[in-house]
């Protein structure tokens, strides 16, 4: 959730020259019972070449459950008109024991009217045991310096569909840093100590950007998930992005 939220936080801010950020994050998160933290590392570099064209990749190192494996990731936007953008991404993990052993997503975004967007889009992904299928439909509003949202989630695994929902908030304070919250409730495919399953979810993050000048900003996240009966998990999330 957090690396989404993060994403929309800097669509309104998008530099309109060609620029390149490299960042670099790490998150621990705190499962209630007797499993151990997870840690998240990542290093993400991307390159914007206009207002809605870039391109990106990154590497993130996870630990969970005991369990250790690498995810590379991809992804690219490119506008198709003067309303309408397209997006694609993908990643494929090297041990697959947690992560998907690969999966692919694409996105299309339409601006209909002024400072209102719609998101529609999909995504596949593919674990040891169950092939999972995902879209998404979001409304999206601008007024001033804030954003809201609204968005329909659907994943299918197992022969079932799966349902939720996402309400999200942020605050453009300065040009290019940004907070917002989120909330979520609902049901998801969720990988748990190797094995896939369908869980009830709810889920609230605070994320936010922000740039002390042109070129240094940090990022943060807390997020607090329970995840069915399973557990409830409680983390945190810092990083430090460069942009040349």
């Known amino acids: ?3 989404a939220i993060l ?56 630990e969970r459950f005991g369990i250790s494996e690498t995810q590379f990731s991809a992804g690219a936007d490119m506008p198709l008109s003067d309303s309408l953008t397209a997006s694609v991404d993908g990643n494929a993990s090297s041990e697959h024991q947690i992560l998907a ?6 996105t299309l975004q339409y601006e209909f009217a002024k400072g209102w967007l719609v998101h529609g ?14 879209s998404l439909l979001m409304l999206e509003r601008y007024v001033g310096n804030y954003s809201f949202s609204g ?31 989120s909330f979520a409730v609902g049901k998801e495919a969720a990988n748990i100590a190797g094995t896939t399953r369908m869980t009830s979810v709810q889920s609230a993050a605070l994320v936010g950007r922000h740039w002390f000048d042109q070129r240094w900003a940090v990022t943060y996240a807390l997020a607090s998930t329970r995840q069915g009966d399973f557990y409830v998990r409680n983390g945190v999330n810092l990083g430090l992005q460069a942009a040349f």
């Open 1 to 3: 959730m957090k690396a």
């Open 7 to 62: 994403a929309a936080l800097g669509c309104a801010a998008l530099p309109a020259a060609a620029q390149t950020t490299i960042g670099i994050s790490h998150g621990i998160d705190n499962l209630s019972g007797p499993a151990a933290n997870w840690h998240e590392t990542s290093l993400a570099v991307r390159h914007q070449l206009a207002q809605r064209m870039g391109f990106g990749g990154g590497v993130t190192r996870i």
């Open 101 to 106: 052993r690969h999966a692919l997503g694409a």
């Open 121 to 134: 889009g999909g995504r596949s992904s593919s674990y040891n045991d169950v092939h999972v299928n995902q």
């Open 151 to 181: 968005a329909w989630r659907a994943a299918r695994a197992f022969g079932t569909t799966a349902h939720s929902g996402e309400l999200r908030g942020s605050y453009y304070y300065s040009d290019r840093s940004a907070v917002g919250l």
